[in-house]
């Protein structure tokens, strides 16, 4: 589980370096996002450029972390590819989270 | 059960078509999200130069949902013993047809019932963080199929070239359930072992 952690403009951009968040890694992504979002104390951008494909395991863990935001800071998404945009799309999850075309 | 691995675990010729002219992948593999992917992955070249990126991607969100609920729910309730799942997939003239069969156990009926998204509620913690996988299932096939045999679970579908095209295709051939010894005759071939 490869997550990559940098400065943003007035956020931090977590990039996520797997090619699937899927079942065999969703448990382990929404336990290692749930630190980095107590830590930081700001909003998140998560940068999924490199997510070639999701499930709904991954997409539940992508909503478990935004569930555990501190209070008034927002998860935000970022470079969605073809596949994990459908399952933003046909779960209507794209009217839930902000998601950017670029970081 | 063990022999399902000696039918399985390895891709066909591409010449390969039961019959049929069109390609196919047959599978076997124990019931993990680590072979789940794995398998997923190995399908995906298969059929990379048969068809499209979009039908590859809606077929890979099906099969990994229909898939990683057999490892999920699947085993005994003792945990003792994990299924074994046999995956079936053939090019047809407007879809990707699929097959898996698994000894785990027996498919809750609900399952089945059409579907529709999980509430969403309206405050963030409301937000449901599952429930997803059946209604995904439902959403990006056609002729869905279940039944039950004896110990197995017989799962079958198509992903269809066309989103939305396909429902009264004679083309995309599992509207009904199919007979097992002549349409499917890897899986009869499993039954027998």
Redesign the interface.
């Known amino acids: 589980m490869q997550l990559t952690i940098s400065a943003g403009d007035g956020a931090t951009v977590v990039t996520v370096e797997e090619k699937?968040l899927?079942?065999?890694i969703a448990t382990h992504f929404k336990d290692r996002m749930r630190e980095i979002v107590v830590a930081q104390k700001q909003p998140i951008i998560l940068d999924l450029h490199n997510v070639d494909?999701m499930?709904?395991?991954g997409?539940?863990?992508v909503?478990?972390v935004?569930?555990a935001m501190p209070a008034g800071m927002a998860l935000e998404l970022a470079q969605l590819t073809?596949?994990v945009d459908?399952?933003f799309k046909?779960?209507?999850?794209d009217?839930?989270f902000t998601i950017h075309a670029a970081v | 059960m063990g022999d399902m691995t000696h039918i399985g675990a390895k891709m066909r010729d591409p010449t390969d078509d039961l019959g049929c002219g069109q390609p196919v992948f047959v599978t076997s593999f124990m019931a993990t999200p680590l072979a789940v992917r794995a398998t997923l992955t190995a399908l995906l070249k298969r059929f990379h130069d048969e068809v499209s990126d979009d039908v590859l991607g809606r077929l890979q969100l099906v099969l990994a949902e229909v898939l990683n609920n057999v490892a999920e729910h699947g085993a005994s309730e003792d945990g003792s013993y994990g299924p074994q799942i046999h995956l079936c997939v053939t090019r047809h003239p407007r879809g990707l047809a699929c097959a898996i069969t698994d000894d785990g156990v027996s498919l809750p009926a609900n399952c089945l019932s059409p579907r529709s998204l999980p509430q969403l509620g309206t405050l963030t913690e409301e937000l449901p963080e599952g429930g997803f996988g059946w209604f995904l299932i439902q959403d990006l096939t056609h002729a869905l199929c279940y039944y039950r045999e004896e110990s197995h679970n017989f799962l079958a579908f198509c992903v269809p070239f066309t989103p939305g095209a396909a429902t009264d295709s004679a083309d995309c051939p599992r509207r009904k359930c199919p007979d097992v010894a002549t349409d499917w005759p890897d899986l009869a071939a499993v039954r027998r072992c």
């Open positions: 699937r899927d079942a065999a494909f499930d709904s395991s997409l539940g863990a909503i478990a935004h569930k073809p596949n459908r399952v046909l779960t209507r999850m009217s839930v």
